[in-house]
């Protein structure tokens, strides 16, 4: 079974996007330019069979924001069972000692990595005094621990980012998930690439990227004015309206074709693990021979083959030619069905 933490600035992010009034509906370019923190959330919800979620960070979100209990229940509210002190108790000890004296960390004041905190009220955190005076108890130590070895001590964004990077990438490790991070502590704290992601990060960048360039080519259009990763842009296309991101996001994936990826994803994790290098190159070639295909064109792959079978009829043996239905599917297989339904629907 594939497990992933989820950070809750990313939930945030998503469920922010479903109050956003500003952006009409269907203009799915225009909403990623305003939400592009979006991927980690949507990601983590529909390619993953357990999510997990740091319970203290989601409790003292949802009473502001409300929308926020809609996305965590998506994936039934599991919570990844550590205490928040016990997890800053060891960020101390084994994280903190690594951050070098004067380290120069730059990054942007974010409303949904200040939320995470604890915020009264939804908005970028612009100074390190903003920052301590939403935090108390072992976070508020570490926090301050963290300002006197930055460069610039009173950098509030930059203590909130690195102080919950260092949070999650101990509480992952503890849970043993993969962990999906908001874009912002991602340039500073980047988690291990996981299967799902380098899956379809590789078709987007090759095979979709290719099928834009060919319609710009021959037609003079653009309308890819802001890149939206694939499947969140899947996602966006198919709301009718903002508010239904999270039923779309339950709707995807519950789908037979998420279901059957991830299932195919988690058989080929396994065989990773297991040093299964027949089972694994298996796999990664016939995903290979799909890239290189629908670099071309994005046409079905052919997964069927005919085969001769012998029918009895009134005592005499008739040889037809059957197209094979395929019953025993490879893991390539299903990955592919998931990922060309993407490809051909954003």
């Known amino acids: 079974m594939t497990r992933v933490l989820v950070d809750t600035s990313s939930l945030i ?33 529909t390619v993953y069979d357990q999510i997990f979620f740091d319970q203290a960070s989601v409790e003292r979100n949802v009473e502001k924001l409300p929308s926020l209990q809609r996305i965590t229940s998506i994936a039934g509210n599991v919570y990844g069972g550590v205490p928040e002190d016990r997890v800053y108790d060891l960020v101390e000890k084994h994280s903190v000692p690594l951050l070098q004296p004067g380290a120069a960390v730059s990054v942007a004041a974010d409303t949904a990595v200040a939320g995470e905190l604890g915020i009264a009220k939804y908005g970028p955190t612009a100074t390190w005094r903003h920052v301590e005076h939403e935090l108390g108890g072992k976070g508020a130590l570490i926090a301050w621990q963290i300002g006197q070895k930055l460069k610039d001590e009173n950098s509030g964004p930059a203590c909130a980012v690195l102080l919950r990077c260092f949070y999650y990438g101990m509480l992952h490790q503890l849970i043993g998930a993969d962990l999906a991070l908001h874009p912002l502590k991602a340039t500073v704290y980047e988690p291990q690439p996981s299967v799902q992601r380098s899956i379809l990060d590789n078709f987007d960048a090759q095979a979709r990227s290719a099928f834009y360039a060919r319609k710009q080519r021959w037609t003079g259009m ?56 027949k089972s694994v190159d298996a796999t990664t070639s016939e995903l ?12 079905a792959a052919k997964l069927t083959k005919d085969v001769a079978v012998s029918v009895p009829f009134v005592g005499v043996g008739t040889d037809f030619t059957l197209p094979d239905l395929k019953l025993n599917k490879t893991e390539a297989d299903r990955i592919l069905a998931f990922v060309y339904l993407l490809l051909t629907r954003s």
């Open 288 to 299: 290979d021979a799909a890239l290189e295909s629908w670099q071309k064109a994005l046409a």
């Open 13 to 45: 992010a998503v469920a922010l996007a479903t109050e956003d009034d500003q952006v009409n509906a269907g203009a799915t370019h225009a909403m990623y330019a305003r939400h592009p923190d979006l991927d980690a959330g949507i990601l983590a919800l």
């Open 222 to 277: 653009t309308d890819r004015r802001v890149h939206v990763p694939i499947l969140t842009e899947y996602v966006l296309r198919r709301c009718k309206t903002w508010p239904d991101i999270p039923n779309v996001i339950a709707e995807v994936r519950n789908s037979k074709h998420a279901i059957a990826f991830r299932k195919a994803v988690n058989t080929f994790r396994e065989a990773l693990q297991a040093d299964d290098n």
